[in-house]
């Protein structure tokens, strides 16, 4: 059974710092494109990050372009999303995700969630 379990959420002034993980199993192989998400209340999903596995590129969103790192430990079958110089706008739900068709575009396995709340 294909499994994301992510963890490391929880609360922090703005300005701190957190990172969270997401561990995988059942996955046949470690060539997955893999990504984070958030949704935020009233609001849309929005791509956080995207770590491509064909050829190590990684991409952000623009609003976490230099604050944010994804880095995939594959030792450990984990994902992570460090996170520093939070803000309160960064107060979200974070998903993380696994692509087998090697897509930032298209996910089709999703970890169930982390609320991520950013105090000011």
């Known amino acids: 059974e294909v499994q994301l379990v992510e963890s490391g959420g929880g609360l922090v002034q703005a300005g701190g710092s957190l990172r969270l993980s997401c561990a995988r199993s059942?996955?046949?192989?470690?060539?997955?494109?893999v990504g984070w998400f958030r949704e935020a209340p009233g609001k849309e999903r929005e791509g956080v990050s995207c770590?491509?596995?064909?050829?190590?590129?990684?991409t952000y969103g623009d609003s976490v372009k230099g604050r944010f790192t994804i880095s995939v430990d594959n030792a450990k079958n984990t994902l992570y999303l460090q996170m520093n110089s939070l803000k309160p706008e960064d107060t979200a739900v974070y998903y993380c995700?696994?692509?087998?068709?090697?897509?930032?575009?298209?996910?089709?396995?999703w970890g169930q969630g982390t609320q991520v709340t950013v105090s000011s």
């Open positions: 995700a696994v692509s087998s068709w090697g897509s930032c575009q298209a996910y089709d396995y």
């Open positions: 059942g996955f046949a192989s470690d060539d997955y494109t």
């Open positions: 770590s491509k596995s064909s050829d190590g590129t990684t």
